[in-house]
């Protein structure tokens, strides 16, 4: 089960990465490090494209204030990328759920 999470992780961090036009690292592995790197570029670099990113993929700016307040020992970076993975998990659920639970319109009700 973790494996699978794991996998699952680094497929939705490649398609932050693929969206949003993000240079692969040197190993061409793209893990929570590589994406907590790059956002800590982009926030001493490039804020706003990084405000710009989130507000894309709709990641909550209160509990992103709140867990920079209640951490402030913690790498931002890090606490940025868990919120875009987690983010990003939560809108392929909803599709998967949307799509697996929605039935077959019928021909004279289609627009």
């Not at 398609?15 to 926030?43: F, M």
């Not at 875009?84 to 021909?107: A, M, V």
Request: charged share 30%; aromatic share 8%; no cysteine.
């Amino acid at each position: 089960m973790l494996s699978f999470i794991h996998m699952e992780k680094a497929a939705l961090i490649q398609e932050i990465a693929k969206t949003y036009d993000l240079p692969a690292n040197q190993g061409g592995e793209l893990n929570r490090d590589w994406l907590a790197g790059w956002i800590n570029e982009l926030l001493t670099h490039d804020f706003q494209r990084l405000v710009s990113i989130l507000y894309r993929v709709d990641v909550d700016e209160i509990k992103l204030r709140y867990l920079l307040a209640k951490h402030p020992d913690t790498d931002a970076g890090i606490i940025i990328a868990d919120l875009l993975i987690e983010r990003q998990l939560q809108k392929k659920n909803t599709r998967t759920g949307f799509n697996s639970t929605s039935e077959p319109i019928d021909e004279n009700e289609k627009w």
